[in-house]
């Protein structure tokens, strides 16, 4: 894409160059024109969005900085609480709501002197891979309307894609970030679990959500992750202490640098060919700029999906719990309690959140909850082990993001264990609470975006921005621009 | 609601524990997360929660009982600050986003049934 990057709007609207009033309305310029086709949002907040500008115009007038983001348009899945705007989940049990408070992300974007265009459509409460688990209907993929975004983040993806906005925050739980921003051909990165605060993201799976954001490139990646991270009193599994800087290495190269390609997600069963080929190739154009390439064995990561689908679901059984027309959002009135539980839950969530609602309720249930619940938890110390033992001799690990090019909207939805294979590459950085990033890199047969995958330890944000800041420069030539398709 | 179930009894050589689940074991699940089902969904949700337990059968057949479970992904100690006071949540904004509400309360129907 020509637009130029956020770091680059930010540095014009700071030095007065261009104010955030004039940007901002190039932006909603797009939105007008290319939203009723891909529907990346579910509530464009463009009153605000112009207040938010204003403002920032107000303090360059004034000589005062107003941040790394100046002017910068954001858009926010519709999973992070803002205050007074309805934050819906795009869920039906939560139309209409509005939460008392802002996610502390969105406190640090605000600070840092971002615009907020939107929220965006998602996978009701992020459960999906392809976004049309939505109670507002899916989102299109902008590079091509008749295939999905991925998902669930798939309208924040969109939205940076379609160049509403160049900044946009989703969510991870098992892909949701990278796999999305691998469809729509942009940058996407899952932080280590911890260093983004969870306070103001509506739970799904507590002990493998993050916040990550996406971007049109890797360095306005790592810049906004810069922004949000950091440790946060409010949340009280976010890691003490300061924060790596994430876009520290970007020029660095990978002269020396130690990359392992994952054997068991590289040709797995399942890996399109045209994907596996685009990854032999980015191994190949790191190797010869100077990295040490080798394949590397992680056994335990062919169950890292069976875990996961355990695992998650049992968690979401527990988080989802709250949704009973008690406080907030939906209320089916019975003549007690438990009947209106029932009638609120029944008509208020979607056919995915039933199912993983039901999948967790059954793994933690008696009789079955060592069998399966239990069992996953000690895979996932395996694969967490199996990754120690990898990073022994590698830096960073590689692998394909999504095992194909973005699918055809309806392929899947019948067929929920097919769906679930979409996250394959992803959960295990999820399992073991590791930081991942996708960034593009080519196309497949069928002319859409391949992401690559570069995995990382916890903590190893700056050396996984810096592989993947190589990988973008030394990517074969972008797709098509987008707006010229179908 | 008796649900009969034949439970895996952690055995590496009993391969395919669970690849199924009935309508019944879906039903009384449902229940237990409050949720109604149609004839329809019972019959769908029974097919496709079977498709996903067959593949997670590869898990339920490691033989792998000496590993300890991992819970969340670093050890975290349980967070204190100091007890001091600081402002909460506006009542009155919380209490606007409830479906009812009586005065300073979230207002529900009856919780109990009639007495004897």
Redesign the interface.
């Known amino acids: 894409m020509s637009s130029p990057s956020a770091a680059e709007l930010a540095a014009r609207v700071r030095r007065g160059e261009v104010t955030a009033t004039s940007v901002l309305e190039e932006h909603l310029a797009r939105v007008a024109a290319r939203e009723p086709e891909v529907h990346a949002f579910c509530l464009v907040t463009e009153d605000l969005a112009r207040a938010q500008a204003a403002e920032v115009d107000r303090r360059v007038a004034a000589g005062v900085d107003p941040g790394p983001l100046a002017g910068v348009p954001v858009a926010l899945k519709d999973l992070l609480c803002t205050k007074g705007i309805p934050t819906t989940c795009c869920s039906r049990i939560l139309a209409g709501?509005?939460?008392?408070?802002d996610a502390t992300v969105v406190r640090r974007l605000a600070a840092a002197g971002a615009v907020m265009v939107g929220k965006t459509n998602m996978d009701e409460f992020a459960m999906g891979s392809s976004t049309e688990h939505s109670a507002f209907g899916p989102t299109r993929n902008p590079r091509d309307l008749s295939r999905v975004p991925g998902g669930s983040s798939g309208g924040s993806a969109a939205a940076v894609a379609a160049g509403f906005a160049p900044l946009a925050l989703g969510s991870d739980t098992g892909g949701s970030v990278r796999q999305p921003a691998a469809l729509c051909g942009v940058v996407g990165a899952k932080p280590t679990?911890?260093l983004v605060s969870r306070f103001g993201l509506v739970a799904f799976a507590s002990?493998l959500d993050q916040v990550g954001p996406f971007a049109a490139n890797v360095a306005d990646a790592a810049l906004a992750l810069d922004v949000i991270s950091g440790h946060d009193?409010a949340d009280?599994?976010s890691?003490p202490g300061e924060p790596p800087k994430a876009s520290a290495k970007l020029g660095l190269g990978v002269e020396g640098v130690r990359v392992g390609v994952i054997a068991e997600l590289a040709e797995a069963e399942g890996i399109a060919p045209d994907v596996a080929r685009r990854l032999r190739e980015a191994a190949d154009a790191l190797a010869s700029a100077g990295a040490k390439v080798e394949e590397i064995s992680v056994p335990a990561l062919?169950?890292a999906?069976?875990?996961y689908?355990?695992i998650a679901p049992a968690e979401a059984?527990s988080n989802l719990a709250r949704y009973?027309?008690?406080?907030?959002?939906?209320?089916e009135?019975?003549?007690?309690?438990?009947e209106?539980?029932?009638?609120t839950?029944?008509a208020g969530?979607g056919?995915e959140v039933?199912?993983r609602?039901?999948?967790g309720?059954?793994a933690l249930?008696a009789?079955?909850y060592?069998?399966?619940y239990?069992?996953?938890?000690?895979?996932?110390?395996?694969i967490?082990r199996g990754f120690e033992e990898a990073y022994r001799s590698c830096d960073v690990l590689l692998s394909p993001t999504s095992p194909t090019t973005a699918f055809a909207l309806g392929a899947k939805t019948a067929?929920?264990?097919s769906m679930?294979m979409s996250d394959i590459c992803t959960i295990p950085s999820n399992?073991?609470?590791?930081p991942a990033v996708s960034v593009p890199f080519g196309t497949g047969d069928d002319g859409l975006p391949v992401g690559a995958q570069v995995l990382a330890p916890?903590l190893g944000e700056a050396e996984m921005f810096q592989v993947a800041a190589a990988l973008e420069r030394l990517a074969p030539a972008p797709a098509p621009a987008t707006g010229a398709e179908r | 609601m008796p649900v009969t179930v034949a439970l895996y009894d952690g055995r590496v050589d009993q391969p395919n524990p669970r690849t199924s689940i009935s309508p019944a074991e879906v039903a009384h699940v449902a229940r237990l997360a409050r949720l109604a089902l149609s004839e329809e969904e019972l019959s769908m949700y029974t097919t496709q929660l079977a498709a996903v337990l067959g593949h997670a059968a590869d898990i339920a057949a490691l033989d792998i009982e000496g590993t300890p479970p991992t819970a969340h992904p670093f050890p975290l100690a349980d967070v204190f600050r100091e007890d001091e006071p600081r402002p909460g949540l506006d009542r009155d904004e919380v209490l606007s986003q409830a479906p009812d509400v009586e005065g300073p309360y979230f207002r529900i129907p009856r919780i109990m049934g009639d007495a004897p």
């Open positions: 709501w509005r939460p008392p408070y679990y911890g002990s009193e009280s599994t890691l062919r169950y999906l069976s875990a689908y355990l059984s009973d027309g008690v406080r907030y959002g939906l209320r009135q019975r003549a007690d309690m438990t209106t539980y029932i009638a839950r029944s969530f056919p039933k199912r609602v039901m999948l309720t059954y249930s009789g079955y060592d069998a399966y239990g069992k996953a938890q000690k895979v996932r110390t395996l967490i067929d929920p264990l679930y399992l073991a609470g590791h916890a």
